[in-house]
């Protein structure tokens, strides 16, 4: 077991939504679009990579906490946030397993046992791979905007995920999702910057860092 890591169920599910954040989009048509043409275009990508950074706004706290790191999906259910700053630290998923990784240490959890988490996590690979089913059995789905600026607003449906998160906001442009806000119950808030397709350095002696 990692150290002292007595994640709080909010954290698990803001490390895993944000693998929505990084999936490069084709362009919308000019002409309105709805959830079903969305997903018919997401459920194309098979995998994607993205640099991130985040601030998180938490009550009580002056000044956002900063973090940066990178984000990976591959199909049909593999996700994987790497933080790289302030501190190196993995959260991946596979299947029904969640590993923890930090300090050269892992945890390993079994999703089903944690059923809130399960459902935002099966909600994010549904709609990693354009499964709109899956989508709106936990969220109410809106999309709105044009290809030159859209968005796709996501409340739980769930109560045990709704516990937990107020909302989510998803924004891009064209091809690119630029960014990811989630609003959680008790006043904190995540705002995310990616930039897709990008690799950030791993720093030097981080597990996982391969010398020239």
């Keep these: 077991m990692i150290s002292g890591s007595k994640m709080r169920l909010d954290r698990l599910c803001r490390a895993f939504v944000l693998a929505l954040a990084f999936c490069a989009v084709p362009a919308f048509a000019a002409a309105g679009f709805e959830l079903p043409e969305l997903m ?5 990508q098979k995998s994607g990579e993205a640099r991130f950074t985040e601030q998180r706004f938490v009550h009580g706290l ?10 990976s999906f591959d199909a049909p259910d593999k996700l994987v946030r790497r933080t790289l700053s302030p501190r190196v ?4 998923v596979e299947g029904n397993t969640l590993t923890l990784s930090r300090g050269g240490r892992n945890r390993t959890l079994a999703l089903d046992s944690m059923p809130e988490l399960l459902g935002l996590v099966e909600a994010m690979r549904g709609t990693l791979t354009g499964d709109g089913a899956t989508l709106q059995r936990y969220f109410r789905s809106t999309v709105s905007g044009s290809s030159a600026k859209w968005t ?3 409340t739980p449906l769930d109560s045990r995920l709704a516990a937990q998160v107020r909302s989510m906001r998803i924004s891009g442009r064209a091809s690119d999702v ?3 806000e989630m609003e959680f119950v008790g006043g904190d808030r995540s705002v995310m910057n990616i930039t897709p397709g990008g690799a ?13």
């Design 40 to 44: 018919a275009l997401l459920a194309k």
């Design 62 to 71: 002056e000044g956002p906490l900063d973090a940066s790191g990178t984000l």
């Design 89 to 92: 630290e993995t959260m991946a």
């Design 152 to 154: 796709l607003d996501l």
């Design 178 to 180: 630029l960014g990811l």
């Design 200 to 212: 950030v350095a791993v720093p030097a002696g981080a597990p996982g860092r391969t010398t020239p």
